[in-house]
């Protein structure tokens, strides 16, 4: 399987659709673009690849490179990365609703699980470089999260991992770090309580090239 047209047609085929134009019609692709992907005739994009992965569930890196695990498991898109220190403004990162990149839990997840790769030490010991937080797609009430760390979006923009405390001032919030000066008096637009946190050392992403290019953009625009 060197090519990626051969792992597109072995996944189908895992995956139990007899013609690509069944897996085609089932998921509402065109199926002469589909079928021009399989057989060959056209190379497919990571974006693709990422539709195809979840369709057939394997690895949107293994059908693009042959690198990694063929099987889908556990599989949670990193939404961006996250400051545990300087300030994190997240809209260089455009982000793409499936996520920069994927990666795969050493563990069961829910299909509502996102992630953020943690950059900065400002939550140092807790949280190292290259720490991944797991959180829920759906923003919570700052209030559910009251004393707790938690990933969250200031009203102007900014991404940071922090403690949450209730601020001076009605409606707004302070955001307190182990080795960085508190926050105070800030408002919150998104909110997502961490739910798990998965070591640097204990995932990989599925596009290794994915994350280092969404990386690279990354430490370009806050260096």
Same mark, same amino acid.
């Given at each position: 399987?060197? =090519?990626?047209?051969?792992?597109?047609?072995?996944?189908?085929?895992?995956?139990?659709?007899? &013609?690509?134009?069944?897996?085609?019609?089932?998921? +509402?692709?065109?199926?002469?673009?589909?079928?021009? +992907? !399989?057989?060959?005739?056209?190379?497919?994009?990571?974006?693709?690849?990422?539709?195809?992965?979840?369709? $057939?569930?394997?690895?949107?890196?293994?059908?693009?490179?042959?690198?990694?695990?063929? =099987?889908?498991?556990?599989?949670?898109?990193?939404?961006?990365?996250?400051?545990?220190?300087? !300030?994190?403004?997240?809209? $260089?990162?455009?982000?793409?609703?499936?996520?920069?990149?994927?990666?795969?839990?050493?563990?069961?997840?829910?299909?509502?699980?996102?992630?953020?790769?943690?950059? %900065?030490?400002?939550?140092?010991?807790?949280?190292?470089?290259?720490?991944?937080?797991?959180?829920?797609?759906?923003?919570? &009430?700052? !209030?559910?999260?009251? %004393?707790?760390?938690?990933?969250?979006?200031? *009203?102007?923009?900014?991404?940071?991992?922090?403690?949450?405390?209730?601020? &001076?001032? &009605?409606?707004?919030?302070?955001? !307190?770090?182990?080795?960085?000066?508190?926050?105070?008096?800030? +408002?919150? *637009?998104?909110? %997502?309580?961490?739910?798990?946190?998965?070591?640097?050392?204990?995932?990989?992403?599925?596009?290794? +090239?994915?994350?280092?290019?969404?990386?690279?953009?990354?430490?370009?625009?806050?260096?």
């Amino acid at each position: 399987m060197n =090519e990626m047209h051969d792992r597109l047609r072995q996944a189908r085929e895992r995956a139990k659709f007899p &013609s690509a134009r069944s897996a085609a019609i089932k998921y +509402h692709w065109q199926p002469s673009t589909y079928a021009a +992907h !399989e057989n060959g005739q056209n190379r497919f994009d990571e974006k693709t690849a990422k539709k195809y992965a979840k369709a $057939f569930k394997v690895s949107a890196g293994w059908l693009l490179t042959g690198e990694g695990p063929q =099987e889908q498991k556990n599989v949670i898109p990193v939404m961006g990365f996250i400051g545990a220190g300087a !300030e994190i403004m997240p809209e $260089f990162e455009q982000v793409p609703p499936e996520g920069l990149f994927e990666i795969e839990a050493p563990f069961p997840i829910s299909e509502d699980a996102i992630a953020f790769e943690v950059q %900065g030490d400002s939550m140092w010991p807790r949280y190292d470089a290259g720490d991944v937080v797991v959180c829920w797609r759906f923003s919570i &009430s700052p !209030e559910e999260v009251i %004393g707790w760390e938690a990933a969250v979006r200031t *009203s102007d923009g900014r991404r940071f991992l922090k403690r949450v405390l209730k601020g &001076s001032i &009605s409606g707004t919030f302070d955001l !307190e770090s182990y080795n960085a000066p508190t926050l105070r008096g800030v +408002h919150l *637009s998104w909110v %997502g309580q961490v739910n798990a946190v998965i070591r640097a050392t204990d995932w990989r992403a599925n596009n290794r +090239h994915a994350r280092k290019k969404a990386l690279d953009v990354f430490k370009a625009r806050t260096a």
